[in-house]
């Protein structure tokens, strides 16, 4: 079992950056596969990046490439993303998500998921 809380979403002007934060729970935290989606408002979930255990695979979405780094601490338990260059687009909450394959990640089924954190983005 893994518990996911998200933090440091809140409000930016265009432009500016955030790093997000999530702090998982559980032994073996450092086997999971870690991905950053988004919802806004209207829209479907976005797969926003991803990256391995072992940090040795990354993946963005096209609409972040070059802002957006995922970077993991397995033995602080921790996954950021670092979000640069932001854009009033960018507005939603932001979610993280757990699962022990990293195909699971990528499609959006993972198996554990947190409470999410609101970024805002004003232009």
């Known amino acids: 079992q893994v518990q996911l809380v998200e933090s440091g979403g809140g409000l930016v002007q265009a432009g500016g950056s955030l790093r997000l934060s999530c702090a998982a729970s559980?032994?073996?935290?450092?086997?999971?596969?870690m991905g950053w989606f988004r919802q806004a408002p209207g829209k479907e979930r976005e797969n926003v990046a991803a990256?391995?255990?072992?940090?040795?695979?990354?993946y963005y979405a096209n609409s972040v490439k070059g802002r957006f780094t995922i970077s993991r601490d397995n033995a602080k338990n921790t996954v950021w993303l670092q979000m640069n260059s932001l854009k009033p687009e960018d507005t939603a909450v932001y979610y993280c998500a757990a699962d022990s394959r990293f195909g699971r990640v990528l499609a959006g089924t993972s198996d554990y998921w947190g409470q999410g954190t609101q970024v805002t983005v004003s232009s």
């Open positions: 559980g032994r073996t935290f450092s086997s999971y596969a």
């Open positions: 990256i391995t255990w072992s940090s040795g695979n990354t």
